[in-house]
């Protein structure tokens, strides 16, 4: 049975080709560019914070383009937390 290793090598060279980056060897993906300003904060009021926010963002420099990115998601409700417990006892 001569045919059994030539398949598994077959086999195992397409695989391998397979699993190469498609971009070849040599490929690095750009990083994303650094964030000039970026903030996040909790509020129930959305619209005075967003407004406080953009008050603090830098100035744009001359000939640059830039990507502004705003996103307001609701939060799940919260269970209260429950009140600690006292450990000490109280003398009288």
């Excluded at 609701?74 to 450990?87: I, Q, S």
Aim: charged share 20%; net charge positive.
């Amino acid at each position: 049975m001569r045919t059994l290793p030539v398949l598994l090598t077959l086999l195992f060279a397409a695989q391998s080709q397979a699993m190469e980056p498609q971009h070849g060897r040599d490929f690095m993906p750009m990083p994303p560019p650094m964030a000039v300003y970026q903030a996040s904060q909790l509020t129930s009021n959305p619209q005075a914070t967003a407004e406080s926010l953009t008050k603090l963002v830098p100035a744009a420099e001359q000939g640059k383009r830039y990507e502004v990115l705003v996103s307001v998601r609701e939060l799940p409700v919260m269970p209260p937390l429950a009140p600690e417990k006292e450990t000490t006892k109280e003398k009288k």
